[in-house]
């Protein structure tokens, strides 16, 4: 089992609609969960981070956290056709340690 | 400097050669982290600095592969006797601690291209 999984994708959704992301992780000892985002051809950039269980919500975007499902998502409302771009699940088990990341997401929001 | 800076930015060699990547991080970064990114791929861990002392190795691929950091800055990724299948983007990132919560800002990456 791979420490991190998102499995679903390619995802494709119309211009304002949500775009729901998801991500599964092994390590229950887990502290930290990231998203980030990667347009093509350049570095991954952080737009998330929560480390509690609930929701966060910040602008358009709302990370949600279940420790006990051991699953993280990322919710994208009035996706526009800027949102085009692959999202990256990350964990932390703590301080000190790798940042272990998904394969990622390719999210393509149709004008 | 004001970001992570890589270089070079592209590097292509021959099957069998010896390359070498940089990785300068961001001043006052104490912790440094490589990865691996091949086309259409997740970012694969390769190696975790703690200061100059290297705490998580796990993610390099084989001997082939070696990485040393010095005066808590710079640091160089070597891979020796290039493959084919080495071929990929070669990301840095830093931040400040290491810590839990902490964000890692990426450099742009090395594209290595093993011909």
């Known amino acids: 089992q791979k420490e991190v999984e998102q499995n679903s994708g390619p995802l494709s959704v119309p211009e304002g609609a949500i775009a729901s992301l998801n991500c599964t992780y092994s390590?229950?000892?887990?502290?930290?969960f990231f998203w980030y985002r990667q347009y093509s051809g350049k570095s991954p950039e952080l737009i998330m981070s929560?480390?509690?269980?609930g929701d966060k919500e910040d602008g358009r975007f709302t990370a949600q956290l279940n420790k006990a499902s051991q699953y993280v998502s990322l919710l994208i409302r009035d996706s526009q056709p800027s949102d085009s771009a692959t999202y990256l699940c990350a964990v932390k088990t703590g301080a000190n340690s790798k940042l272990t990341f998904g394969k990622g997401i390719t999210l393509s929001v149709r004008p | 400097g004001a970001g992570v800076s890589q270089s070079p930015s592209n590097k292509v060699t021959e099957k069998g050669k010896d390359v070498e990547l940089r990785c300068d991080p961001i001043?006052?970064?104490?912790?440094l982290y490589w990865y691996r990114q091949r086309l259409g791929q997740g970012l694969e861990f390769l190696i975790y600095?703690?200061?100059?002392?290297?705490?998580?190795k796990s993610g390099l691929p084989s001997d082939r592969f070696s990485a040393e950091r010095t005066g808590e800055s710079v640091s160089t990724l070597t891979i020796q006797r290039t493959q084919q299948e080495d071929s990929a983007v070669y990301l840095c990132?830093?931040?400040?601690?290491?810590?839990?919560?902490?964000?890692?800002?990426f450099g742009s990456g090395t594209q290595l291209s093993v011909l």
């Open positions: 600095f703690q200061g100059n002392s290297a705490p998580d």
């Open positions: 001043s006052g970064h104490t912790a």
């Open positions: 929560i480390y509690s269980n």
């Open positions: 990132a830093s931040s400040l601690f290491g810590g839990s919560n902490e964000k890692l800002f």
């Open positions: 390590d229950r000892g887990s502290q930290s």
